[in-house]
């Protein structure tokens, strides 16, 4: 279970755009832009989608590195970031993260079952 302050940290720093889409994926709160992933929360951290160059040089600064949800399972687009974190560079990440991830193709729907 996720703590509260994370949740609501993580909440206070979505985009207030149109475009987002608030769901839940592995059970967890997370943003998404046509239909792409590029904020969200995983266990105790904070998760944006900032592209691998800029995750790779956010990796250098302390409380932050490239997201691997597990071992030998790097996503190299998204920066992880440790609590406690600076709300404002949460929030300015999160800008970012959106403007990434709304330039990709949108992300064609899964076929049903």
Do not use: H
Not at 53 to 74: I, K, N, Y
Not at 89 to 99: G, Q, S, T
């Amino acid at each position: 279970m996720q703590d509260a302050t994370i949740v609501s940290t993580y909440e206070a720093a979505i985009p207030d755009d149109p475009r987002v889409q608030r769901k839940r994926m592995f059970g967890t709160p997370c943003a998404f832009v046509n239909r792409q992933m590029f904020f969200g929360t995983f266990e105790n951290t904070i998760v944006a989608r900032v592209g691998p160059e800029r995750a790779e040089e956010l990796a250098e600064q302390a409380s932050m590195q490239v997201f691997t949800p597990q071992e030998g399972r790097v996503w190299a687009d998204y920066v992880q970031l440790d609590m406690p974190v600076d709300e404002a560079v949460l929030a300015v990440l999160a800008v970012e993260a959106l403007a990434w991830a709304a330039a990709l193709p949108k992300k064609a729907k899964r076929p049903s079952r």
